[in-house]
C-alpha cells in the first residue's frame, strides 16, 4: 500500500453516543482508516448530510456489515494513500459514494466509486453530489428508464434528491412534476428548474398532476414517501408507467387496487442503495462518467447547496435537517 507520510494516526471523526435526537453526534478520535487493495484513503475537504445518516443516527438504519459505524455516505477530497491496485489514484482530486464513514478527517472508499473533481470546481459543492446522483441516476433513469420527452413526478422537491432530479431532468429534456410542502418551497423549485411544482398541503397533487398532463399521465414516479402516497402515485400514471420506491417516510405499508396497475399496465419496483455491491456501484459510477460528467466538467451540473457547517457542528447540521426548512445539500466541511 501507498501511503502519503503525512497521514497520521487517528483522525477526529463524528461518532453515535446513543440512537436519538441531533445531539446524539459526538465529536471523537479514532483510527485512520486502512484502504484494502482497490480502496483509496480519502483527505475529506467535506462530508454531505443525508436522510439515511439522520435515521442512522435514530437506530432505524444500521450501516450494512462491514461498513463504518461512523455516518456519511458521500465526501469530496483528495486521495493520499491507496491498496496496490488503485496507487495511480493518489493526488488526485475526488469525490466519492461510501457505505459509512464520512464524517471524518480521512474515508476508505471503493475506488470504483470515486468521480473526478474537475480543478475548477469546488470540492464542498462536489461532496454534496455522489448520493443523490447515484440514487437518482439508478433509480430513474436506470430503473424507471425515463427518456427525453417523458413527464416524471418527484416528490420532495426541494431535498437533494429532488433538486438533483431536476437538474438531470433539465439536462436531458424531460419534464419533472415536483411536489412540495409550502408556497415558497414551490417557488424555490420553479427557480431551480422544476417545470411544475404543487404544494401538497393545500392542492390534491393527484388531481393537479392529471390537469398539467390533460389526463395523460406521468410516465415515471420516484417516490420517497411510501405509505398512502403509493395508490395515490399510481392514479397519476400514464399507461406503461414506472413507480420506483426508495423510502418510506410515511409508512412502510400500503393498499393497492391491483385492477388499475393491470388495466395500465404499471411496473411498481424500487431500491436501496447503501447495502448494493461496490461491484454495482462502480457500474453506476462508470455510466454517470460516460453519459452525466461531461456536465459536471462543464460547469452546467452543479448541486443546490443549503447550508455549509464545520465538521464538529455536526449535530447543528442535523437539526437543519430535522427541522425540514433545508432547500438543497447540507454540508459538513473539514
Not at 469530496?76 to 491498496?83: L, W
Not at 415515471?220 to 397519476?236: F, K, S
Not at 454517470?288 to 447550508?307: C, N
Request: proline letters at 7%; a negative charge.
Amino acid at each position: 500500500m501507498a501511503v502519503d507520510s503525512a497521514v497520521p494516526g487517528d483522525m477526529r471523526a463524528i461518532g453515535i453516543a446513543t440512537p436519538g435526537g441531533p445531539d446524539a453526534l459526538v465529536p471523537e478520535r479514532r483510527p485512520v482508516p486502512v484502504p484494502a487493495a482497490d480502496e483509496v484513503l480519502i483527505k475529506v475537504a467535506a462530508a454531505g448530510v443525508n436522510r439515511p445518516d439522520v435515521m442512522q443516527r435514530q437506530g432505524k438504519y444500521p450501516p450494512p456489515p462491514g461498513a463504518s459505524d461512523i455516518p456519511g455516505l458521500e465526501v469530496a477530497g483528495t486521495i493520499v494513500a491507496a491498496g496496490g491496485k488503485a496507487e495511480q489514484l493518489i493526488g488526485r482530486r475526488v469525490c466519492a459514494l461510501v457505505s459509512g464513514g464520512g464524517y471524518a478527517e480521512y474515508a476508505v472508499a471503493p475506488a470504483g466509486q470515486c468521480l473526478p473533481v474537475p480543478d475548477d470546481y469546488d470540492l464542498i459543492e462536489a461532496a454534496a453530489m455522489p448520493e443523490t446522483l447515484f440514487t437518482v441516476w439508478s433509480n430513474l433513469f436506470e430503473r424507471a428508464y425515463v427518456v427525453e420527452g417523458d413527464t416524471v413526478l418527484v416528490h420532495g422537491g426541494t431535498s437533494g434528491i429532488g433538486t438533483i432530479a431536476i437538474s438531470l431532468c433539465n439536462l436531458f429534456d424531460i419534464r419533472i412534476i415536483v411536489t412540495c410542502g409550502s408556497d415558497e418551497k414551490c417557488e424555490q423549485a420553479r427557480a431551480w428548474g422544476a417545470d411544475h411544482a404543487i404544494n401538497y398541503r393545500t392542492l390534491d397533487f393527484v388531481e393537479e398532476v392529471k390537469r398539467i398532463t390533460a389526463g395523460k399521465g406521468v410516465q415515471a414516479v420516484l417516490d420517497m414517501v411510501g405509505g398512502d402516497y403509493v395508490p395515490r402515485n399510481i392514479e397519476c400514471m400514464a399507461e406503461d408507467g414506472r413507480h420506483v420506491s426508495i423510502a418510506v417516510m410515511s409508512g412502510a405499508k400500503t393498499s393497492l387496487f391491483l385492477p388499475t396497475v393491470m388495466s395500465k399496465r404499471l411496473t411498481l419496483t424500487g431500491s436501496t442503495l447503501r447495502p448494493r455491491s461496490v461491484a454495482f456501484k462502480s457500474l453506476v459510477a462508470d455510466e454517470l462518467m460516460r453519459v452525466v460528467w461531461p456536465f459536471v466538467e462543464q460547469g452546467k451540473l452543479r448541486p443546490a447547496m443549503d447550508s455549509r457547517y464545520a465538521l464538529a457542528d455536526a449535530a447543528k447540521a442535523h437539526a437543519r435537517m430535522d427541522a425540514g426548512d433545508h432547500f438543497g445539500k447540507i454540508v459538513l466541511t473539514v
